[in-house]
């Protein structure tokens, strides 16, 4: 039998113990213990939610890797795409590759009577990816892009919809203009509305036919802008990259989404820093208050030590029945801790209450993502840290002397 941690049951579920002069301190403990557990799961749930909930987004609009001509500049006016060296069914066939689609891209304005608006087209074809679209639509439909002709249907964003008073149906004219050339008019119909939340997506981009841009720029029928490729986990875009440079030609180049919009990066950056300074710092919290619950409790029982190092015990089976005592105390703390930061994590799953402004967060909602190998880490590693964190302080049981103890008792 394990004399320690027998002893550590027997004190920890004894009726007598609740009449103790600790009970408020455990309560305390049990109470760090409990808050420690629902921040941290409140923040690595949402902070990791949030990163990838803004890596979806930006991935499923502009893919997570984007391929382009060398000759690519800083303009929102694509490029031909060279086909030399570039083989699109290879990059196709390559693992953790889900699916390619082609665009070209245009810069222009908008214009009502009344209002302009600054904006880019970006020209899709026959493999536009709707699925990953779709969940971006608020109002209307996706147009077919069958690069049969000139589709004029567009799909605006909402944020240039109401800056521009337009509805679904609505007519509007874009004009674009190129250097040496006279400004080229073209009359389009609102089919649908969009919202990623991100700000630099939904202040300019507007999606339409292909073709429309491949006049404006003098492409030929099958030129294209660019190659949006997406992954089947952005998680490992830094193993898919290198494959996919290996089949562009050398008069392309590959771009990370990352990369392509660096603000985003940033921004996703310090929500990790931000994770793991929170978890440090609850992390100290319950540790410094444990450790503090364990002192009280031997300062507490310095009878029952002399009592046992009278009876044989030794310093180490002592130090064992303290230190096991107060992690059996803490686990009504990880149970509550769990229950009640899964239970508000789930209500915001659910119902979305909590709200964010997207020009700041580029989410609208807190997102939340319930991995189960994170939860059961934090309580895990709790449990853990706290244990060993006791170590040191339990050597106060070998300064007590079973005599003074028990006169003093």
């Known amino acids: 039998m394990n004399f320690p941690l027998y002893f550590s049951k027997k004190i920890a579920f004894s009726k007598d113990n609740k009449n103790n002069l600790s009970k408020v301190i455990v309560y305390i403990g049990r109470l760090s213990v409990a808050l420690g557990i629902i921040v941290s799961l409140i923040t690595i749930s949402t902070g990791l939610g949030s990163k990838k909930a803004i890596e979806d987004?930006?991935?499923?609009?502009?893919?997570?890797?984007?391929?382009?001509?060398?000759?690519?500049?800083?303009?929102?006016?694509?490029?031909?795409?060279?086909?030399?060296?570039?083989?699109?069914?290879?990059?196709?066939?390559?693992?953790?590759?889900?699916?390619?689609?082609s665009y070209a891209s245009v810069s222009g304005i908008l214009r009502t009577e009344t209002n302009f608006a600054g904006i880019i087209l970006k020209g899709v074809g026959k493999d536009f990816d709707?699925?990953?679209?779709?969940?971006?639509?608020?109002?209307?439909?996706?147009?077919?892009?069958?690069?049969?002709?000139?589709?004029?249907?567009?799909?605006?964003?909402?944020?240039?919809?109401?800056?521009?008073?337009?509805?679904?149906?609505?007519?509007?004219?874009?004009?674009?203009?190129?250097?040496?050339?006279?400004?080229?008019?073209?009359?389009?119909?609102?089919?649908?509305?969009?919202?990623?939340?991100?700000?630099l997506v939904d202040d300019l981009y507007m999606i339409g036919d292909i073709n429309h841009v491949r006049k404006v720029m003098n492409m030929g029928d099958q030129e294209v802008g660019g190659l949006d490729v997406f992954l089947n986990d952005t998680d490992k875009i830094d193993q898919v990259f290198p494959k996919i440079?290996?089949?562009?030609?050398?008069?392309?180049y590959a771009e990370k989404v990352t990369e392509k919009y660096p603000q985003i990066l940033d921004w996703i950056n310090i929500f990790n820093q931000n994770i793991s300074l929170i978890i440090t710092i609850m992390l100290l919290v319950v540790v410094i208050n444990i450790v503090m619950v364990l002192l009280i409790l031997i300062i507490e029982r310095t009878n029952s030590i002399g009592i046992l190092k009278t009876l044989g015990a030794s310093n180490g089976q002592i130090r064992s029945i303290f230190i096991n005592y107060t992690l059996l105390i803490m686990i009504p703390g990880l149970l509550a801790g769990n229950?009640?930061?899964?239970?508000?994590?789930?209500?915001?799953?659910?119902?979305?209450?909590?709200?964010?402004?997207?020009?700041?967060?580029?989410?609208?909602?807190?997102?939340?993502?319930?991995?189960?190998?994170?939860?059961?880490?934090?309580?895990?590693?709790?449990?853990?840290?706290?244990?060993?964190?006791?170590?040191?302080?339990?050597?106060?049981?070998?300064?007590?002397?079973?005599?003074?103890?028990?006169?003093?008792?």
């Open 339 to 409: 229950v009640i930061g899964i239970g508000l994590l789930l209500i915001q799953k659910y119902t979305g209450i909590i709200k964010l402004d997207p020009e700041n967060y580029f989410i609208s909602t807190v997102p939340v993502d319930l991995n189960p190998a994170y939860i059961i880490a934090i309580s895990v590693g709790i449990f853990i840290v706290s244990g060993i964190a006791m170590i040191l302080p339990s050597y106060l049981i070998s300064k007590i002397s079973p005599v003074r103890a028990i006169k003093y008792s």
């Open 245 to 252: 440079e290996q089949y562009i030609g050398y008069k392309n």
């Open 130 to 199: 709707k699925a990953r679209f779709r969940p971006f639509m608020i109002a209307g439909s996706i147009p077919d892009y069958k690069e049969e002709g000139y589709n004029s249907e567009i799909i605006l964003s909402e944020k240039i919809a109401n800056d521009l008073a337009l509805k679904i149906n609505d007519s509007i004219v874009a004009i674009f203009s190129k250097e040496d050339q006279k400004p080229i008019y073209r009359k389009f119909a609102v089919r649908g509305i969009y919202k990623t939340d991100i700000k």
């Open 57 to 101: 987004r930006i991935s499923n609009f502009s893919g997570d890797i984007s391929v382009k001509s060398t000759r690519s500049n800083s303009s929102y006016n694509s490029s031909i795409l060279e086909t030399e060296g570039l083989d699109i069914n290879a990059i196709k066939k390559i693992p953790g590759v889900a699916g390619l689609q």
